[in-house]
């Protein structure tokens, strides 16, 4: 149950079939805040408080954003691996390569009457064979460097093969 101020991501991750537009292996996670680099660039950008030498990468190095540097790329990625999400994740365990693994985003309006907005992606399906994902997640660009906001796992994963894709949804609720 959210408590007036949180922070609640819930993500809605399907295979739809490229051919019918119907959706398959539909995972829903609605038990999910988002990572400490989250809070950290919430604090940087809207709060104006420079976080130093604090926030992980996605390389496991600790940076520092500076207040009102925002974010110049969003996007949602995928990988094939993982453990159950934590907090103090800074990474997906094994991002898949290229467009099957990474797209930029839809970021969309906050709707003033609920506070919600989504953060949306298709990747894009196998060239050959079938691709298992077990995680996902949100990468921001800050200057030269990329972190990991938030990142959900499916032990069961989703299986894509050509005539399919993964599709992403992360709903951000503000109570």
């Known amino acids: 149950m959210m408590k007036k101020g949180d922070v609640h991501l819930k993500v809605k991750v399907a295979v ?8 398959e292996q539909v995972f829903v996670d609605d038990e ?12 940087a950008n809207v709060l104006g408080a420079t976080q130093t030498t ?22 949602v990625v995928a990988g094939t691996a993982g453990s159950a999400a934590a907090v103090t994740d800074y990474t997906l365990n094994t991002q898949v ?8 985003a839809t970021v969309g309006t906050v709707n003033t009457s609920t506070d919600v907005f989504t953060v949306t992606a298709n990747m894009a399906a196998p060239g050959s064979g079938t691709t298992v994902y077990k995680e996902v997640g949100i990468y921001v660009t800050i200057s030269t460097f ?10 069961g994963g989703w299986s894509v093969d050509t005539l399919h894709y993964l599709a992403v949804t992360y709903t951000v609720t503000i109570s």
């Open 16 to 23: 739809i079939n490229k051919e019918t537009g119907k959706e």
């Open 32 to 43: 999910h805040g988002g990572t400490v680099q989250l809070s950290q660039i919430i604090c």
């Open 54 to 75: 604090v926030v992980k990468d996605t390389g496991g190095v600790a940076r520092t954003v500076t207040a009102g540097t925002g974010p110049t790329l969003v996007q």
């Open 97 to 104: 390569g290229s467009t099957q693994g990474a797209q930029t």
């Open 146 to 155: 990329v972190f990991c906001i938030a990142r959900d796992y499916n032990s």
